[in-house]
């Protein structure tokens, strides 16, 4: 079954924004740690930034400032603010979950859960 959603994608001029989000399910929600990941073509899968249990918040060194992780807890979505978009920022993104307690938040073979994936195009 589908247990996170995504919506928000689309395209922008460089400098403009998006808001991703990831709809999980109760359990998925209230249970793992959840991140967002992103592929461009003929490029390796990426994680983006993660949320951890105790809020903490970790970043890709080259979105850090420009990307904002947050979660709606009453809406058990995970959102993905994403400002000052570059053209090297299209990927497809995904939203993903894994349990809490792994050692690092950005292997993608730890995560048990993905979203389908959203398109985010920037033009220059």
């Known amino acids: 079954q589908v247990q996170l959603v995504e919506s928000g994608g689309g395209s922008v001029q460089a400098g403009g924004s998006l808001r991703l989000s990831c709809l999980a399910s109760?359990?998925?929600?209230?249970?793992?740690?959840m991140s967002w990941f992103r592929q461009a073509p003929g490029k390796e899968r990426e994680g983006v930034a993660a949320?951890?249990?105790?809020?903490?918040?970790r970043y890709k060194e080259s979105v850090k400032g420009r990307f904002t992780i947050s979660k709606d807890n009453a809406k058990n979505t995970l959102y993905l603010q994403m400002n000052s978009l570059k053209p090297e920022d299209t990927s497809i993104y995904y939203c993903?979950?894994?349990?809490?307690?792994?050692?690092?938040?950005?292997?993608?073979?730890?995560?048990?859960?993905w979203g389908q994936g959203s398109q985010v195009t920037v033009s220059s």
């Open positions: 109760l359990y998925i929600y209230n249970n793992y740690c």
């Open positions: 949320i951890e249990a105790d809020g903490r918040t």
């Open positions: 993903a979950a894994r349990p809490c307690f792994t050692f690092t938040w950005s292997n993608e073979y730890d995560y048990h859960y």
